[in-house]
């Protein structure tokens, strides 16, 4: 059974608006949600986290939110650029290790 | 600069030939992971290791293995490579639980 779920398997989005990409999960019990970033052909790279504790973390164009009621957490970025334009990844770190959702490719249109 | 490192960046094989991938980190990072990209299925962790001499299996641990014998270093063998271990692997460490984990730059694996 899939334990991060990112039910949105790509996301167009025009250039200065905004981007939100999504990410539910299962259990209750973690201590960090971390957002990756991932170009072709190049490892992921992290992008912001957000811990069990908080609600809502921020950090320059990107906000992660948690809401832990409905176990779901969302990525917005504003304002969206064309280097943005990657697959994001949503990881859940329980017990120092990583599990990702299937990720979410993200277009920026012109 | 510290760093990770794969090897190869690319490898065709073939059937049930034995196959190891590389992972080097210089940070002398505690925990380091084994991860596999597939379309479709995302990033699933292969096994992992929290120090020397520990390993763990993860999602999907058939068919691989993995042994710690120094902090640097984390070797991926595929004992006897199968067509569905055609994919994208990539290694990752980090230094405790409230650190993101870094990644390789990933090693294209093709078994035919």
């Known amino acids: 059974d899939q334990q991060v779920k990112q039910n949105s398997p790509s996301l167009s989005v025009q250039e200065g608006r905004i981007s939100i990409l999504n990410c539910d999960y299962t259990?209750?019990?973690?201590?960090?949600f971390l957002w990756y970033k991932k170009y072709p052909a190049e490892g992921p790279t992290f992008l912001i986290s957000?811990?069990?504790?908080?609600d809502k973390n921020e950090d320059g164009r990107f906000t992660v939110f948690l809401n832990k009621s409905a176990k779901h957490l969302s990525l917005h970025i504003v304002p969206s650029q064309p280097g943005d334009s990657a697959v994001y990844f949503c990881?859940?770190?329980?017990?120092?290790?990583?599990?990702f959702g299937k990720g979410t490719r993200l277009h920026i249109l012109p | 600069d510290a760093e990770i490192t794969q090897s190869p960046r690319h490898k065709i094989t073939e059937t049930g030939r034995q196959v190891t991938l590389a992972c080097h980190q210089t940070w002398n990072h505690n925990n380091m992971f084994w991860y596999r990209q597939d379309l479709g299925h995302g990033l699933r962790l292969i096994h992992y290791s929290y120090g020397v001499h520990d390993t763990n299996k993860g999602e999907v641990s058939d068919g691989y293995s993995v042994s710690r014998s120094n902090t640097e270093d984390l070797p991926l063998t595929l004992e006897s490579a199968a067509s569905s271990q055609t994919s994208v692997y990539f290694c990752?460490?980090?230094?405790?639980?409230?650190?993101?984990?870094?990644f390789g730059q990933g090693t294209r694996l093709t078994v035919v």
């Open positions: 990752a460490s980090s230094r405790d639980r409230v650190a993101e984990a870094f």
């Open positions: 990881g859940e770190n329980r017990d120092d290790k990583i599990i």
């Open positions: 259990n209750s019990m973690f201590d960090y």
């Open positions: 957000i811990s069990s504790i908080k």
